[in-house]
């Protein structure tokens, strides 16, 4: 606000002063000659950086408008203090006298009355050079700093002040930042007093403020943030309405002192009558009636009232009317009282007007074309005007994952009855180059090299960016396995919401069995259409030719797996995902259905069904019950090649048992054969350690039959297993240790102990 009134002040000042010295005459639209910069104080700042700083230049018409434009400049970039502009005709030319007070610069830090911190930790702390311009930015992004410091440290009282000291080298001034810390106040326990109705756990599960806890060293848990507290007593109370709490009230959070600086942390509450709603009833409307709008919405007569499921009816009323053409509609939720404990609810409507679509301007998209932005916009010039449909542009820009920041917004438009709408984006780098050390219990270590480009364009050589295209390129070496593959996606193909993706790859898999080496060399390409928000149809066809090479040793049943097969498929699969994330879902489900022939020439017929599926709660303490299964079929004429069977064992299926272990057996060697059927279910749950880290126990059961269409479960396998669950950096990482409880009599060797499975830098 003093930064804003400082910027009006200035630029007051200096329209007065151009209109003193030029009091007779009107420069607008003059040429400018010349501009000088003139220095009250010390000239800490270069002539030539104030100049460049400034839209207006010498040669140029002058423009009131761009004076205005670069006083605000000046001042908001912190080059100047002050800064007026005066005009002068005499001579016959037009000069610009720009007069400004610069900032002093930085000398040194000081600080007083520290002592949990020596000097040397907070100047390191506000991390503010020698000649940096001293500004109130500058100065208050130190004290920030200092304050989440002590905060950090169970400091939660502590009160930062400065003051600047001139020194005896002109333009140059020292900062004293003086520290009163207060006392140190630990969290041990986060009590309630008066919540009969909503038990105390729940409640302490809505703060982010936490008990000091095992891991507080890394999640600094038990510390004390006022301004995050007051949100806590925020969250508390509106979780009270929610559950019909009307009244519901307090005086916020009390200390109650300990020893050792820890203290208890007490809420008493006023929860007030629980209120039911008595009716539910809409003021006059002209676009739709009540009947249209009440089936969708959450409140209803004889329910507890909420003020979660008002805001929601909210959203959903101007929705309706928004869908409908009408951007300003506006609802206002009048809650009176109907009786003892009772409330009527009567959401009054202000329509406004109909709005068709106007211009739709789109700025700040410097690389990324035009039109990959505006096939996402659901509307054009001329639609109904859809309050909706702008929601949903805006997920989409963010989906792209292209832009750090993402406005849809309408405005004013020229045409009386339009509105016109307002894309603003801000770009961020969508290209990758990750190279480094992979980690898996499966085919060991891995050097990997990944080029990834998002925001790819095949049609522009000069930068490769901007098309709205995905590229990617992946090198794995290590001694079980080498892999190279390059692929490319255009999402919106033929000007459709239709995705065309294709691959090359060479696959080199030493890790699948130690009597045999498999090499897939081939390319694919498929084309996925969407089905609706939440499910796609995927179609694939994959040409490749794949060599099997059996060892010296290998027992007779892996030498007859030996050759050289191409292998030409098609695949179609079905997917449905509800899912809320891809790592860690809480919620929603996903089923995928898939149907695979190989057999359009080549060497290899067979045909392939395949069910999967997964279904995720959000339970207690944000724990997250997960169940997840499979079932594979394989058939065809004749022998089905052994890279086309089934198999189970390994960090994604049947934990306990080696990778690809579980299922019949060749009797010579003992190695696994894989089978012509499989299925698998596992149940999991996780628990919330620390940020980031949860804990996992699980439950793996399956079996793999030697026949095609055996659903026999009499040789199931199953084991039982807990796990860590990181999301640290660079991605996702599972740590998992489990044990057989059951394998089949016919199969002892499959029984081997614990097995221990990680991997990093693979999706899981």
Do not use: C
Not at 488 to 515: A, C, I, M, T
Not at 528 to 541: C, D, F, N, S, T
């Amino acid at each position: 606000m003093r930064k804003l009134l400082s910027i009006l002040l200035t630029a007051l000042v200096a329209l007065a002063s151009m209109h003193t010295a030029t009091a007779q005459e009107d420069i607008q639209g003059k040429r400018i000659s010349s501009i000088r910069v003139k220095y009250r104080g010390a000239p800490t700042v270069d002539r030539q950086r104030i100049l460049d700083n400034m839209s207006t230049k010498a040669g140029q018409v002058f423009s009131a408008e761009k004076i205005d434009d670069d006083i605000r400049n000046l001042v908001e970039k912190g080059l100047v203090d002050d800064v007026d502009i005066f005009a002068d005709t005499a001579g016959g030319g037009l000069m610009l006298i720009v007069e400004v007070d610069t900032q002093s610069l930085t000398a040194g830090i000081g600080f007083n009355n520290n002592t949990k911190f020596s000097d040397k930790e907070l100047l390191k702390t506000v991390e503010i050079n020698p000649g940096t311009p001293i500004t109130d930015a500058l100065i208050l992004a130190g004290r920030n700093k200092i304050l989440k410091k002590y905060n950090a440290f169970g400091f939660p009282d502590v009160v930062v002040s400065h003051n600047i000291r001139p020194t005896n080298r002109k333009g140059y001034s020292d900062i004293i930042y003086t520290v009163a810390e207060g006392s140190k106040s630990i969290v041990r326990k986060i009590r309630f007093a008066g919540n009969n109705s909503i038990a105390s756990h729940t409640l302490r599960n809505l703060m982010k403020t936490k008990q000091k806890g095992f891991f507080s060293f890394i999640t600094k848990s038990g510390n004390i943030d006022q301004d995050r507290l007051e949100d806590d007593k925020e969250l508390i109370l509106e979780h009270y309405r929610e559950n019909g709490f009307l009244r519901v009230s307090t005086s916020g959070f009390g200390r109650a002192p300990l020893k050792d600086g820890r203290v208890d942390l007490v809420l008493q509450i006023n929860e007030g009558a629980k209120y039911t709603v008595n009716q539910v009833a809409f003021g006059p409307m002209r676009i739709f009636k009540p009947a249209e709008l009440a089936p969708a919405l959450r409140l209803s007569a004889n329910k507890a009232y909420s003020s979660k499921k008002i805001s929601q009816d909210i959203k959903t009323i101007r929705s309706y009317y928004g869908s409908k053409g009408y951007a300003d509609a506006r609802v206002r939720p009048e809650v009176t009282n109907a009786g003892p404990n009772r409330v009527n609810v009567v959401y009054r409507v202000t329509e406004g007007s109909f709005y068709k679509v106007g211009k739709v301007t789109i700025e700040g998209n410097n690389k990324t074309k035009g039109k990959v932005i505006r096939r996402e916009i659901p509307l054009k010039p001329g639609d109904n005007f859809n309050t909706v449909d702008l929601d949903v542009t805006k997920r989409r820009l963010n989906n792209l994952n292209y832009f750090s920041r993402v406005n849809v917004s309408p405005s004013q438009s020229n045409q009386k009855g339009y509105r016109d709408i307002d894309v603003s984006v801000d770009e961020k780098k969508t290209g990758s180059l990750s190279f480094g050390l992979g980690f898996s219990s499966i085919d060991s270590v891995v050097g990997y090299v990944n080029l990834e480009q998002t925001n790819f364009d095949i049609t522009n050589p000069m930068a490769f960016t901007g098309g709205g295209q995905r590229f990617g390129m992946n090198i794995r070496l290590g001694s079980e396995r080498q892999d190279f593959k390059v692929s490319l996606v255009e999402p919106w193909f033929l000007g459709q919401r239709l995705s065309l993706g294709g691959e090359l790859y060479y696959k080199g898999s030493q890790f699948f069995s130690d009597e045999y080496d498999q090499v897939n060399v081939g390319g694919a390409v498929y084309i996925r259409k969407p089905l609706g928000k939440r499910a796609y149809i995927r179609a694939e066809y994959r040409l490749e030719q794949v060599e099997i090479d059996p060892e010296t040793s290998a027992s007779a049943a892996f030498q007859a797996e030996e050759g050289d097969f191409l292998r030409s498929a098609v695949a179609v699969n079905y997917v449905y995902d509800s899912r809320n994330a891809l790592t860690n879902p809480r919620r929603g489900h996903k089923v995928d259905l898939g149907i695979r022939y190989s057999g359009l020439g080549g060497d290899v017929e067979t045909y392939g069904l395949s069910a999967a599926g997964s279904k995720h709660w959000n339970l207690w303490w944000d724990s997250i019950l997960t169940l997840e299964g499979a079932v594979n079929v394989v058939d065809g004429s004749g022998n089905v090649p052994i890279f086309e069977r089934e198999f189970l064992g390994g960090a994604k299926n049947l934990r306990g048992f080696e990778f690809r272990d579980v299922g019949p057996r060749d009797a010579a060697s003992g190695e696994s054969l894989g089978g012509n059927t499989s299925a698998f279910i596992t149940a999991e749950a996780t628990f919330p350690l620390v940020e980031n880290v949860r804990f996992a126990t699980f439950y793996d059961t399956g079996f793999v039959n030697a026949d095609s269409f055996d659903f026999g479960a009499s040789d199931r396998y199953s084991d039982i297993g807990v796990g860590l669950r990181l999301n640290l950096p660079f991605g996702p990482l599972a740590l998992d240790y489990a044990v057989p409880l059951k394998t089949p009599d016919s199969d002892p060797t499959a029984d081997k102990g614990g097995q221990f499975n990680f991997y990093i830098n693979y999706e899981f």
